[in-house]
């Protein structure tokens, strides 16, 4: 869907590994988002980036880091996997625009990641 | 933190029946979007409405926004099975990350 791909799509992972999810444009968007989805909580924002190598934190960006070395990739990664952190992550672009224009975001399929 | 809060959290109609979804949230926004999310999927962007707006339409959809009550909601006229999804509110409030504050959404399921 407009151009976003997540992969892996579901991944199984032994508490303690390093987990990278990969998010993929093709529209060279300049925002990106990393959000997860848990029962009850909606969507909580991780990281997002504005830019190549310009990212921030979001609400619940404890235990994660992201890369974004290009446009077109964003990177996110459990350094060090807990239970807690099995969720389904989303990541998102928002398209350009006119400034304040108020465009919605496009989102990725998801991958769904379980620790055990 | 969550902004937009949806009611009900579920909601079961029957098929060709009215749908409306509630959300409130608590700060000055700058937009507020609806969102579909089907199950296992991705959400998906529905509808935009502007803070300087009042009502939005799209095909059988109907947003209202009420910013002096910091509400709006949602409307599907008749409805159809595939319209069975959740639905999320989210908020722009107009910072420069251009970053959404989500509800928790409500699960809307369409009898046959």
């Known amino acids: 869907d407009a151009g976003i791909t997540q992969s892996p799509r579901h991944k199984v992972t032994e508490t303690g590994t390093p987990v990278t999810l990969r998010c993929h444009q093709t529209?060279?968007?300049?925002?990106m988002y990393w959000y997860r989805q848990d029962p009850g909580h909606g969507l909580r924002l991780i990281h997002y980036?504005?830019?190549?190598?310009?990212?921030d934190k979001g609400e619940v960006s404890d235990g994660y880091s992201v890369s974004r070395s290009k446009t077109e990739d964003f990177l996110l990664t459990l350094e060090s996997a807990t239970s807690s952190q099995t969720s389904v992550y989303f990541c998102a672009i928002r398209k350009r625009g006119p400034l304040r224009g108020g465009h919605g975001y496009t989102f990725g399929s998801g991958t769904r990641l379980t620790v055990v | 933190s969550q902004q937009g809060e949806e009611d009900p959290q579920a909601l079961s109609i029957q098929e060709g029946e009215n749908a409306t979804m509630n959300c409130s949230y608590k700060?000055?926004?700058?937009?507020l979007q609806w969102y579909r999310q089907n199950s296992g999927r991705g959400l998906v962007h529905l509808i935009l409405i502007r803070s300087n707006e009042r009502e939005k339409h799209s095909g059988r959809l109907r947003v209202t926004l009420d910013t002096s009550k910091k509400s709006s909601s949602l409307l599907i006229t008749a409805s159809r099975a595939a319209d069975t999804a959740s639905y999320f509110c989210?908020?722009?409030?107009?910072?420069?990350?251009?970053?959404?504050?989500w509800g928790a959404g409500t699960k809307l399921i369409i009898k046959p």
């Open positions: 989210a908020t722009d409030a107009g910072e420069s990350n251009y970053q959404l504050i």
């Open positions: 980036s504005y830019g190549v190598k310009d990212t």
């Open positions: 529209e060279n968007h300049r925002y």
């Open positions: 700060t000055s926004i700058n937009n």
